[in-house]
Structures are given as C-alpha cells and as structure tokens.
C-alpha cells in the first residue's frame, strides 16, 4: 500500500529497492521482473478501460473468404491478399486470428488470456464476429463459428449450437451480447431471423452512404433501398442497429457528407442505435489508389 500511494519509480530506483527489499527478506537471489510481474498478475490492473464499462469485448476474426459481389473500390483485403475482406492484415485482432488458423475456439481463448493475464475479471463478454459480410457464409458455417466461440467461454464442449446457447445462460463467463457484421443486401427478413437463432443480438451494417450514385460508383453492391428494408427488418427482430458510414467516399463532398450525417438521425427510415465513421483511405492494391492515380478521385485532405 505504501508503494502505490507514491508516486512511481524510475527503473534505477526501483532496481535498487528491489535489491534492498532482497537484502532484507534475505532472499537466496535476487528475482528478475518477469517473476515480479508473474507475482503481481491479477492484483495489477493493465489497461483498466478494457472493461470499464463491466463487461469486456472479445474480437473474434471470421476466416478468409470474398464477398459474394466482387470488391469495393476502397477495399484492401481478400482472397487474393490472405487477409479478411476490408482488412489490411496489419491489424493487431487478424494477425493473432491468422496466426491461430482463423480458428474461433483459439481465438477466444487467447483472448480470455490476455485480458486475465493483464488482471481482469473476464465474467461478462461481448462477443464480436468481424471479417466482412458474415450473412454471405452459409448457415451452417455460421452457426458451428458461434457454436465454438461459446464453448471456449463456456468452458465445455457442446454437442450443437443450441447445447452451447443454453450452457451459456448458467456459465460463469456470461455472454451479454454478439454482433455481427454485413451488408445490407445480406441481412433482410429470412437471414436475419436465422441471426436471431444464433443469439445474435446486435448486427453491424455496412451502410458507407445514403445516395444510390455513391453507392454504384464504389462498387458497393446495394442500394439506398436495401439500407431501408434492412433497417426495418432488423428492427422489427429487436436488433440493436450499428451503421457503418463513409466520409469522403468518391462522388461525394463535405455537404453531402454533413447531409448524409443530418439524415442518419432525422430520417426516421435510418437511426441507428450506433455509428461508426470511417474515413475513407487511399490504401495500396485498392481500385481507388488506381482512380486517385488518374486523377478520377481526390481525399479531402
């Protein structure tokens, strides 16, 4: 107590109480850091904002595979990349999933791990699917991924999905929530009442923009329509509702933008229940590198 009330040691300093607090227990060595460290886990609390909230988000990453429309002109990933659709294979969360093979029940284990190795309580979880459109996957693919992610947090196998669900209701990692994410031309009425078989209880949807001409210029595959009767679909299954959004895509501007944003929350067709903006990036091996290159596109900045 009285160490943590000061203010924190330079590593000389803490190098020479240590070997001074060595002395005095007459310790047979002097213990390394690692071993310090290995003492305090559990009792030392490493990115606290991790679960400030009260319940810690675990993402898991789908395995490899194309959208069934072909690409978006902004998208560095795919197949031909081995890295995930809409993702550049840099990120932290999909070289830990590709170094596990992809696999979910690795994967959410390595990261109960971690966030318990950094001293966390990991009894509340919010699991979160990503890797482009899950709804493109076939049912039976997404229902044995759900499956397995649930029995690593469960702690017990599962002889299906329905077994892993119910497990999950007295497990002491309780699963207080699972989204996924789509496009809005793959999460209408029939493939969003599957979702909710599955548990899923919140669903991330790839809107980009709210104007048709955007949408076709980008390759987006859907249209303003689709983003409608998506949204009222989702709603009416009791979905909580997360948009993704796109400044600066090409053929639009700042007042599209700004409009796009005014619309989002006063259309009442849209409101989401959460948003996430995305800058639009000229990222390399992209179709939109090669419009910048012809001068066809230009970043606001």
């Known amino acids: 107590m009285e160490l943590t009330e000061q203010r924190l040691l330079s590593r000389p300093e803490a190098e020479k109480l240590k070997k001074k ?9 002097l213990p390394s850091d690692l071993e310090l460290a290995m003492l305090g886990r559990g009792r030392v609390l490493k990115k606290p904002v991790k679960t400030a909230s009260g319940v810690s988000v675990i993402t898991v990453v789908a395995p490899i595979f194309s959208c069934p429309h072909g690409k978006c002109v902004y998208c560095p990933g795919g197949r031909a990349y081995g890295t995930p659709q809409s993702y550049t294979g840099e990120e932290v969360v999909v070289k830990n999933a590709a170094s596990l093979g992809y696999d979910p029940y690795l994967q959410v284990m390595s990261a109960v791990k971690r966030l318990r190795d950094m001293g966390h309580a990991v009894d509340k979880v919010e699991l979160i699917i990503i890797g482009g459109t899950f709804t493109a996957t076939s049912t039976m693919f997404q229902r044995r991924f759900i499956q397995r992610c649930l029995d690593a947090l469960n702690g017990v196998p599962s002889g299906s999905l329905e077994e892993a669900l119910k497990l999950a209701e ?69 979905f909580k509702i997360c948009y993704h959004v796109m400044p600066n895509l090409p053929g639009s501007s700042p ?17 989401p229940d959460h948003l996430k903006i995305y800058p639009t990036l000229v990222l390399p091996n992209t179709e939109l590198e090669k419009m910048w290159r012809r001068g066809e596109y230009t970043p606001y900045s």
């Open 21 to 29: 607090l060595a002395a005095e227990l007459r310790l047979s060595k």
């Open 170 to 238: 007295n497990s002491r990692t309780h699963v207080s929530g699972i989204t996924i994410e789509t496009k809005p031309d793959w999460v209408k009425r029939n493939l969003a009442s599957s979702l909710v078989e599955m548990g899923v209880t919140r669903v991330e949807v790839g809107v980009q923009a709210l104007d048709d001409h955007i949408l076709r210029l980008v390759n987006r595959g859907h249209s303003l329509a689709d983003v409608v009767e998506a949204t009222s679909d989702l709603r009416d299954l009791s």
């Open 255 to 271: 007042a599209k933008d700004l409009q796009m944003l005014l619309n989002l929350f006063e259309d009442d067709r849209f409101r």
